[in-house]
């Protein structure tokens, strides 16, 4: 005769106390929490006094069966209720609940793949295991050697033949009811939202496949993945600040990497066409919901190509990523439906603005465009203004998949003049959402140029630093007096990205473990 299912079970064994939270994400101590770790902790030495190891050494991995293999496996409406002995398994995971009746008890064991109900009774264990299992605390892991077991509701389980304590846990996990909403408790001890909320569980295995997915997307198409250094003697590629450290064997300060595109040119300068580099980049500069000091980019360079052709390739990636790694193309932002799948808007950032203002900042003087922001900064020069214009007015607006192209020269010294206007580069940003997804450019494999570049934009600084490039800048322009061929590129925020798939509100979400304030 099957047992009961847990859902009919009238007796309860007990469950332990809840992790609290508190205002500022600490893991709040209570009188309960203590004892609680007290009682865990001398039952660890029982065992220990026992002779049974609370971590025994371990080896499940070529016997092991994940949750949902063994649900998959079997449906449970073409089996007879009851044991089935010739379908045995060896299950590992996390105790996550428990219930008790009679001679019978009902353990629920998770692993990332799932969760399934574990029969186990006294007729088949015998008293002394039955307690022992019994005796497991919320949270324990375990493993399950069992036989499929259907419930007279049709639902599968395993009937326990044994069970083995794999690591005994001196903590309770949060309440499995609950869960833990706290958002500092979540970031700052990402551990227990794990523990917590499948929903957060469930969001990094979608960060994975994402990523992966990106990689495969890139090397189906003939890209190589290049590693680029991390500390480099000028970390450049982008206008942001760079953190600085010392290497005390060479005695010399370095930077940790705010951008990998320069390296990358150099690959191709080499010989190399294709190529890309996924790795953190770190810019010592604000946290906001779209910013982090530490992030994971990927940044590709397509030989024989210009801004146009970078503007399809990203279109092209999003839309079978997406479809690849969350099995759609259509999301959710800022309230509106969106579409991947669609050809992306293709617009200018000269048309947004005339479009928003009907101001033709090509034809406008710096002050003429400075009176359409709140407050202009005073040291701001035309092409600032423009920037500004667009970052703060317009980016925002946008929602729908666009690309902007051409943007003010200035603020881009690698990027190739525009062929019709040349206060402009070959500059483009793809927008959704309101935020900025991938910044691409034609890249300028003029050295002659390039080294003039660097020149005016070292003198745009506080401290006029002479006219010629740093020795790092000058480095690169040498490079490219060996010929570099016809190239554009993108770099893109894999954060930002995850962000938009998963319709998140904020980078601290995706991002495993991201940096947050210091306890007070």
Not at 356 to 371: H, I, K, N, P, Y
Request: aromatic share 8%; with cysteine; net charge negative.
């Amino acid at each position: 005769m099957p047992v009961q299912d847990q859902e009919e079970q009238d007796a309860r064994l007990p469950e332990e106390p809840a992790v609290l939270d508190s205002e500022d994400g600490a893991v709040a101590s209570s009188p309960d929490a203590s004892v609680e770790f007290d009682a865990r902790r001398a039952k660890l030495e029982r065992l220990r006094v026992e002779g049974i190891d609370p971590y025994p050494p371990v080896s499940l991995w070529s016997t092991r069966t994940r949750i949902a293999d063994v649900l998959a496996a079997h449906d449970a409406s073409a089996l007879d209720a009851g044991e089935h002995p010739e379908l045995r398994y060896e299950i590992a995971g996390r105790l996550i609940s428990r219930r008790g009746h009679g001679k019978t008890a009902f353990l629920d064991i998770r692993d990332l793949s799932g969760s399934i109900q574990a029969v186990v009774r006294v007729d088949a264990l015998g008293q002394e295991t039955y307690d022992r299992i019994l005796g497991l605390d919320i949270g324990d892991i375990v493993a399950i050697d069992g036989v499929v077991y259907v419930t007279q509701r049709g639902q599968l389980a395993l009937a326990v033949r044994e069970c083995t304590l794999l690591t005994k846990t001196l903590r309770p996990p949060p309440d499995k009811h609950h869960g833990l909403a706290d958002t500092g408790t979540r970031f700052r001890y990402r551990e227990l939202d794990l523990l917590a909320n499948e929903d957060t569980r469930e969001l990094f295995v979608t960060r994975h496949r994402i990523v992966f997915e990106i990689r495969k997307w890139l090397n189906e198409r003939n890209f190589i993945e290049v590693e680029t250094p991390a500390l480099q003697s000028l970390a450049g590629g982008a206008g942001s600040r760079p953190f600085t450290t010392h290497h005390n064997a060479l005695d010399r300060d370095l930077y940790l990497r705010i951008s990998v595109e320069l390296f990358l040119n150099r690959c191709i300068v080499g010989g190399m066409e294709n190529v890309y580099d996924m790795g953190k980049v770190f810019r010592n500069e604000g946290i906001s919901p779209k910013h982090s000091p530490e992030f994971t980019i990927i940044e590709f360079m397509c030989a024989y190509a210009d801004y146009n052709d970078v503007a399809t390739v990203t279109e092209e990636m999003f839309r079978d990523v997406a479809q690849a790694a969350v099995g759609r193309t259509t999301i959710k932002r800022n309230g509106e439906d969106i579409d991947l799948a669609k050809p992306w808007r293709r617009v200018t950032m000269r048309e947004l603005i005339l479009e928003r203002f009907g101001v033709d900042f090509m034809e406008s003087t710096r002050d003429q465009l400075a009176e359409i922001l709140d407050a202009p900064d005073p040291a701001a020069t035309w092409a600032d203004v423009v920037a500004d214009i667009y970052s703060e007015k317009i980016e925002s607006t946008i929602v729908q998949p666009t690309h902007v192209f051409d943007f003010p020269l200035e603020p881009f010294p690698i990027t190739k003049r525009h062929s019709v206007h040349p206060e402009l580069g070959e500059h483009f940003d793809a927008v959704i959402g309101g935020i900025e997804l991938v910044s691409g450019d034609t890249e300028l494999n003029d050295p002659v140029d390039e080294w003039q570049r660097f020149v005016d934009q070292r003198k745009r600084r506080a401290v006029d630093d002479g006219d010629v490039p740093h020795p790092n800048d000058e480095e690169y322009t040498r490079a490219l007096e060996y010929g570099y061929s016809p190239t554009a590129g993108g770099g893109m925020g894999v954060d930002r990205l995850v962000m938009i798939l998963t319709e998140r509100d904020t980078l601290r979400e995706v991002i495993p473990f991201p940096i947050v304030r210091d306890l007070k």
